[in-house]
């Protein structure tokens, strides 16, 4: 059974940066597409990045240049690094890892991003 556990979020003055982890087990991750989505409330869930098995990337238009996805297929972990983080960024990130046509999802991080 996959379970993805994502880690790292908390509390930010604007400007600020933090580094979100996910925590993948229970499927083949190194051919799993992997991506963190993010809901505010109120809002859709959005995509914010999209990491391939083969390493290519996708970025939200509002989070390219600040927000940097990445992948460790030897530990079956993902992450994103967040840099200069703007208080429209808080929400609940999620992992997600799509893999042999099915959606997975983690149980969500918060990140608040506030003076």
């Known amino acids: 059974q996959v379970q993805l556990v994502e880690s790292g979020g908390g509390l930010v003055q604007p400007g600020g940066s933090l580094r979100l982890s996910c925590a993948a087990s229970?499927?083949?991750?190194?051919?799993?597409?992997m991506a963190w989505y993010r809901q505010a409330p109120g809002t859709q869930r959005e995509l914010v990045a999209r990491i391939t098995s083969g390493g290519g990337t996708t970025y939200a238009d509002s989070v390219k240049g600040r927000f940097t996805i990445s992948r460790d297929n030897a530990n079956d972990t993902m992450y994103l690094q967040m840099n200069s983080l703007k208080t429209e960024g808080t929400a609940v990130y999620y992992c997600?890892?799509?893999?042999?046509?099915?959606?997975?999802w983690g149980q969500g991080t918060q990140v608040t991003v506030s003076s």
């Open positions: 997600n890892e799509f893999i042999r046509f099915y959606n997975y």
């Open positions: 229970g499927s083949a991750f190194g051919i799993a597409f």
